[in-house]
């Protein structure tokens, strides 16, 4: 269709840069009459690899998507797009601006996430966080509204309908952008005619021509997960829960291998494999397109990703044994000193440390004041969304026995569900795994820990702590989607004294008797198709899915702290490194350097033009925090890595560090 009318001038694909190497693989004939566009503009990809759910994944791996993405656009001939656009996703989190702005994108255009926010700063307004911005806008009012036209009258009609609605909101010198797509569907050959009909203030245009300016802007620090203006949707956050354990995982376990790989470059100078380990993000992130990480697509999709993450264990497998050796000596892949339990005994490391060390003995630490309490509940809602369909019903406690080493088994049933939790008080924590057998669909299965409580709870979130209140506060409008108790974190939570860390458990609740841990939740269709009394609007198709129930045995880990009250955010986040990270098993060596200072470690990597090797760090205190690195020079670049930056080794509350070390 571009080649065929020049004023058909260009041709958005949708933000992401996967589809390139897909269609090259289908269609390799076709790769330079596909390159040839994209270095003319008339073609736009990126800036992502592919667009993700930017909640459920790790801060890294957005990093990491925007890399691979602009690395994939390249190799075809082209940049990526200049905006950064993120149309469908459900939620935005809070550091998403200093993620754009540190890949130099100024505009973020959005259609989902706006809450009782839009009365403050309208539909655009500069987004900020860690002393970065970016100018976001609201798609007026979704991604789709200028698809499917059919007439010019019907092109007016649309146009009129948007100014009728959002005029207030509009000053008359924006360029509205107008999005002539949608879901599945094909170009529509008659545009340049509509927008010749319309006049000359119609024009088809690129999002990285899109450059609103930011003066006078209204200015907004937070997440964005409202569903004022759109359905949210974060009920996709304990759909098929076993998506997100196997995910934690992955990533986890790729971030380890990375950083072993790093340390080795760092003491022998030997190459970082740096193609493998693109090789392993890659399948890695072609599973975070949001309906697959949110286990809300059908259930063929979410084989297809099992296949994947067993991929990038073989993957790994390979990378960690070079990376690492065969000495058997245990070594810690953080930065901090930690002890782990190894072979029976407490083995205590240095930060980035390889030592073949005498263990010390296991010391039991009682258990007293252990109460867990399993509550389950009617589900009648789907993959988006929970809809609670009767009363919650408590597990009854049917067995409990003290092991000989100290720890606790307790087994409780439920009408279809039997839970057995092995419960061990060690290294200053009380670490749970719970095995359900689940024969029961259509509920949601969670575990209650009480606390004397609190006014705010903090939430582990990508290179952040965000802070909420217990309460919900209620809309100051009607909702499309009202707002739920229900809320998302990335590992930790905290309420009061009481702090929960968990691997691959991302769906809290808060309430003043405690917080409530989501386990399973076991629904079989993608979207109700008349909507519920949760979320009026319907979300997607009616597609039966029988494996989002969930049946089977699920293991699940998660961990208790009673001190969380005197726990900085910083040390909030680092604990929750330490209970999800063990010891990996390698060659002894001493650390290549050290690296102190109440921040929080998220990489060491090589880097992405081969010259040394990428440490990343960050602040999320609420005050400025000093990041010491000994034993090598350290140079501040931009998250991108394509230049050095100002701003040294001070940290201000919530930035995101990245230093070039040589």
Known sequence: MLEADETFTSFTLDGQAVLLEDYADIRPENVGRLSALLAAGRLEAGPWYVLPDE?????????????????????????????????????????????????????????????????????????????????????????????????????????????????????????????????????????????????????????????????????????????????????????????????????????????????????????????????????????????????????????????????????????????????????????????????????????????????????????????????????????????????????ELVASRAEPDGSLVLEHELPGIRITTLARARLGRVELTTTVENEAPDHRLRVHVATDGGDEVRAESQFAVVRRPVVVPAPRAAWVEPPVAAQHMLGAVALGRLGLFTKGLPEYEAAADGLRLTLLRCVGTISRPNGLPTRPVDAGPGIETPEGQCLGRHVFEWAIRRDADRLSDAALVRAGQDYRTDFLTGDPFDPPFALAGDVVFSCLKGAEDGAGVILRVFNPNGTREEVRIDGVDAVRVRLDEDEEVDGGAELAPGEIATFRLV
């Not at 957005?62 to 082209?78: I, S, T």
């Not at 706006?114 to 806008?137: N, P």
């Open 55 to 395: 909640i459920l994944v790790g801060g890294e791996s957005l990093l990491r998507n925007l890399l691979l993405g602009r690395a994939v656009c390249q190799r075809f001939g082209a940049e990526p797009a200049d905006a950064g656009y993120e149309p469908d996703s459900f939620g935005h989190p809070a550091q998403l601006p200093q993620v754009l702005a540190g890949f130099g994108l100024r505009t973020f255009i959005f259609g989902r996430g706006l809450g009782d926010q839009i009365d403050d700063v309208g539909v655009r307004f500069r987004w900020r966080a860690g002393g970065a911005e970016v100018v976001a806008s609201q798609f007026l009012p979704h991604y789709d509204n200028f698809a499917r036209l059919t007439t010019v009258d019907e092109a007016r009609e649309r146009v009129d309908a948007i100014l009728a609605r959002f005029g207030d909101l509009i000053d008359p010198g924006w360029t509205i952008l107008l999005a002539n797509g949608s879901d599945h569907l094909h170009i529509q050959p008659q545009l340049p005619e509509v927008c010749r009909a319309l006049g000359p203030a119609f024009r088809i245009g690129r999002y990285s021509d899109f450059r609103p300016d930011a003066d006078g802007l209204p200015v907004y620090e937070g997440e964005l997960v409202g569903g004022r203006l759109q359905n949210i949707l974060r009920g996709v956050n304990s759909a098929r829960m076993y998506l997100k354990q196997a995910n934690e995982r992955a990533e986890r376990r790729l971030l380890g291998v990375e950083t072993a790989a790093a340390l080795r470059t760092l003491r022998e100078g030997t190459p970082f494999p740096r193609d493998d380990l693109r090789l392993a993000w890659r399948d890695l992130l072609r599973n975070h397109p949001h309906d697959s990480i949110c286990g809300c697509s059908c259930d063929e999709v979410h084989r297809d990703m099992l296949v994947r993450y067993a991929q990038l264990d073989r993957t790994l497998e390979i990378v960690e044994r070079e990376a690492l050796g065969v000495g058997g000596a245990p070594v810690n892949t953080l930065p901090y000193p930690r002890a782990r339990v190894v072979d029976g005994g407490v083995v205590a490391l240095d930060g980035f440390e390889g030592r073949r060390v005498a263990s010390s003995p296991l010391v039991p630490e009682p258990l007293d004041g252990l109460e867990l309490v399993f509550e389950d509940e009617p589900d009648i809602g789907d993959l988006y969304t929970f809809c609670s369909g009767g009363a919650v019903r408590r597990a």
